[in-house]
């Protein structure tokens, strides 16, 4: 959530295409599950974060039970084998502009290439709760955007720069201040 919203305050134009989705699809009620189906940009927001920020860099090593081929390379059984997913969504042969912040790239459905958009792993290996983080961040994301205005601290934008131990951190912690919408005040009310 912190890679999504410093992503979204240093991209002002995303943000508010976001929150007038929102706005028309959610109105004055709080966003739910039920919604998710109509707010295509918001998910397309979460991939893109997902793939310039991916929780862990590295795929947890997998290990293949039988001489395989990967790439052109021979991978005898017994291998292990790290998928850099970090390298793999910034590689400039596989995504237009890698290192910029463009949701637009998913909203046809054409950014969901199994090969190239990992963030979870893939096959019978990928991870079990690839389901309910995206359910988690699409209500999450989606509350804070629809109850808050969000701004910078300062007006510089945010620095990106990251740090990866077994997870990516930002290097530098972010802080925003907010102020309340009035779907807010209507909600609390």
């Known amino acids: 959530m912190e890679w999504a919203l410093a992503n979204l305050l240093n991209h002002p134009d995303v943000l508010g295409k976001a929150k007038a989705e929102l706005d028309a699809r959610v109105g004055d009620r709080l966003i739910e599950e039920s ?30 039970s039988s001489d395989c081929t990967i790439g052109g390379y021979h991978v005898p059984a017994g291998t292990i084998i790290f998928v850099n997913a970090w390298s793999l969504h910034r590689d400039p042969s596989l995504w237009d502009d890698p290192e910029s912040f463009k949701p637009e790239r998913f909203e046809s459905g054409s950014g969901f290439d199994a090969c190239k958009f990992i963030p979870f792993g893939m096959g ?36 990106m720069a990251e740090k990866t131990v077994m997870t990516m951190f930002k290097v530098e912690p972010l802080e925003l201040m907010c102020r309340a919408r009035p779907v807010l005040d209507m909600l609390l009310s």
Not at 35 to 57: G, M, W
């Open 35 to 64: 919604d998710f189906a109509k707010l295509h940009y918001l998910q397309s927001i979460i991939s893109e974060n997902l793939r310039l920020c991916p929780v862990t860099p590295l795929i947890p090593p997998h290990m293949p």
């Open 124 to 159: 019978r290996r990928s991870c079990p709760g690839d389901g309910l983080a995206n359910r988690v961040m699409i209500l999450t994301l989606g509350s804070l955007i629809q109850c808050f205005e969000w701004e910078r601290v300062g007006g510089d934008k945010i620095d």
